[in-house]
């Protein structure tokens, strides 16, 4: 990476590894990856200087500061609390979309929901946790799925648990609206039923989610490595998609592990297209599908 002489006078001596209005050193980007590392397990090398650059860049411009030396200053003190979460925030990545990796959608409406709905219409309770769940479409689709095999299933014991560390993202599935192209994806049947229109023509157009498909989701604020996880039932399946993919082997690992006593025996993990499931609770797992796997025990 090319370094840069930096501009201002107070940095006279300090060498850009980015090219732009701000002084981002190699020291800053060490100290802004070690807080993301502590804050949320996610592993950032010089490499994503420019992905940190550009996303953080907005937050200097509104808060009046020169500097990414300022910037980690703030961030690093007790009264930057607020701005180390809105850091967080812009440097996580959240692309997520209605039925992504679709082929985890249709295993859950085959295999894994038939018997689950049987044992709701009965009084059971079915609890599935989407474990980093961006905006909601995750969380959704899953809900979607559910009442597309049962429509009355928020007169059950039906619950998603959607959790995300980013509080933007958790606000914004909480409420529930997306725009006429992010629900492309949602079959139209299944759109027509469970959103309802807002505001907005054509494109521009935005829908609200149903009661019915809102009150299957609760959405909480959770970060993944946090030392213990508040949840006290266990979930007949669990989605963790494209999340772990950001954090070192080891971390990776410990969350695997941590599912295992999460699962109900026999339960299902649904991962993303470029994560595996390993250390010691690979052992605990037989693969089910595509980046599919079952919880060994079942019937136990
Ligand atoms: C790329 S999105 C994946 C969303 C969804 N699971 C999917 O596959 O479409 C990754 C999400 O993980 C969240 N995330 C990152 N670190 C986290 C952590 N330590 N605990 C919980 N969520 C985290 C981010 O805020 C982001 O919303």
């Not at 139209?188 to 609200?208: I, S």
């Not at 970060?223 to 772990?244: D, E, H, T, Y």
Request: charge should be positive.
């Amino acid at each position: 990476m090319s370094e840069l002489e930096s501009g201002g006078p107070g940095n006279a001596r300090r060498r850009s590894i980015v090219a732009g209005e701000f002084v981002l050193t190699s020291e800053d980007m060490r100290q802004i990856a070690a807080m993301l590392h502590a804050d949320a397990g996610i592993y950032l090398t010089e490499a994503k200087a420019t992905l940190v650059y550009s996303r953080l860049s907005k937050r200097l411009r509104s808060l009046g500061l020169e500097s990414f030396r300022d910037y980690c200053a703030l961030v690093a003190s007790a009264e930057g609390l607020d701005e180390r979460q809105k850091m967080l925030a812009a440097l996580t990545t959240n692309v997520t979309n209605f039925y992504r990796e679709p082929h985890h959608f249709e295993h859950l409406a085959k295999t894994v929901l038939p018997p689950l709905l049987d044992q709701a219409r009965r009084g059971g309770r079915v609890r599935i946790w989407s474990a980093a769940c961006s905006n909601g479409a995750e969380p959704y689709t899953i809900a979607l799925t559910i009442l597309g095999l049962l429509p009355e299933a928020a007169g059950h014991d039906i619950k998603i648990l959607a959790t995300d560390i980013d509080t933007n993202m958790v606000a914004h599935g909480h409420q529930g609206v997306y725009s006429e192209a992010a629900l492309r994806p949602v079959p139209a049947e299944l759109r027509r039923r469970w959103f309802v229109p807002l505001r907005g023509q054509g494109a521009a157009k935005d829908w609200g989610v149903a009661d019915e498909l809102r009150q299957l989701v609760a959405f909480r604020e959770l970060n993944l490595i946090a030392p213990s996880w508040p949840m006290k039932g266990r979930f007949q399946a669990i989605f963790c998609r494209n999340v772990v993919i950001y954090f070192e082997e080891a971390t990776q690992a410990r969350i695997w592990s941590r599912f295992v006593p999460q699962l109900t025996p026999g339960g299902h993990l649904y991962i993303g297209h470029s994560e595996r499931v390993s250390g010691p609770a690979a052992a605990d797992f037989q693969p089910a599908g595509i980046t599919t796997y079952q919880l060994k025990g079942a019937g136990r």
